[in-house]
């Protein structure tokens, strides 16, 4: 079998783009490291900037603070169920209003389309946001976290374009001559057809899910309810007020290392489950986000 000769020409260009390529990719990768290492490493020498490429005093002092705190556990175990619990739901909600999207035979859908995506730019605000969870009887229960922000309108524009490449009307027509309700034809055909942009969907919703704070800190009151993101806010900032309260220059610094120590390990506490998540939903998630692209 015959081999195309390359020319210098393509030589140099696969020269220049796996350089360019090789260095945004050490931009990205070096943060990711430099925060490991540095929460393994000595606080002295992080803090006086000897560490760059290795660690160096290394010492799991940051990680042994952060997990004697009993709170980071019950933190660990609310951020997985609402993680888990709200992209599953977020999913499904999104799949059965999305697919409907998809069907021209849809009466309605551009008004529906519409009135989506006028939500993408609008809100009612915080103020009357929080009024309305607290007249539903939501503040301070674990469905707040969940129920709150169930569907995201740009994953339901992703979800509708993708069905409507993937899932023609011819199919679902030959389903019904066979007898094939809507709802079976849903169930036995669209979720099976729609693996790759599912995974996209629980990517993007599940990584909501986990890096949120923000809805607990405003409608929980109740510690046992609160997420890891929330806990590991107050840990931290539990460390770096311990600087300011006290008069003892040696004592302050002292906890100023300390606090310097603890963020670090907090961001990799915080990180790691998703960064080990991302790999099993790559191959999914590459084809769902360009299948799923928005077309003009």
């Not at 799949?95 to 008004?111: A, C, E, N, T, W």
Request: aromatic residues 12%.
């Amino acid at each position: 079998m015959k081999t195309i000769k390359r020319s210098k020409e393509d030589l140099v260009f696969d020269i220049i783009n796996y350089s360019v390529l090789g260095f945004f990719l050490l931009i990205v990768l070096y943060p990711l490291y430099f925060v490991f290492i540095a929460s393994i490493s000595s606080p002295n020498d992080v803090v006086s900037g000897n560490v760059i490429m290795l660690p160096k005093g290394i010492t799991l002092e940051g990680y042994e603070r952060i997990f004697k705190d009993t709170r980071i556990w019950t933190g660990y175990g609310n951020t997985i169920l609402y993680t888990v619990v709200g992209t599953t739901l977020n999913v499904i909600l999104t799949m059965m209003i999305g697919f409907p999207l998809s069907r021209k035979y849809f009466s309605g859908r551009k008004v529906i389309m519409i009135v989506l995506m006028i939500t993408m730019y609008f809100s009612g605000g915080l103020i009357p946001h929080y009024l309305l969870v607290k007249s539903l009887g939501l503040r301070d229960t674990a469905m707040a976290m969940v129920i709150l922000g169930a569907v995201g309108v740009f994953n339901i524009i992703i979800t509708r374009s993708f069905l409507e490449s993937n899932i023609s009307e011819e199919i679902e027509q030959a389903a019904a001559i066979d007898g094939c309700s809507p709802f079976r034809f849903f169930i036995s055909m669209v979720l099976p057809l729609s693996k790759s942009v599912m995974a996209v969907l629980a990517l993007y919703y599940g990584v909501g899910h986990w890096n949120d704070y923000f809805k607990a800190m405003i409608f929980l009151n109740s510690s046992e309810k609160f997420p890891l993101q929330l806990i590991l806010r107050s840990i931290l900032i539990q460390s770096q007020n311990l600087t300011t309260m006290t008069d003892d220059i040696t004592q302050a610094e002292e906890a100023r290392i300390i606090a310097e120590q603890i963020k670090y390990g907090v961001i990799i506490i915080a990180s790691v489950p998703m960064l080990f998540l991302y790999p099993f939903l790559q191959r999914y998630f590459i084809k769902g986000v360009m299948v799923g692209s928005i077309k003009g």
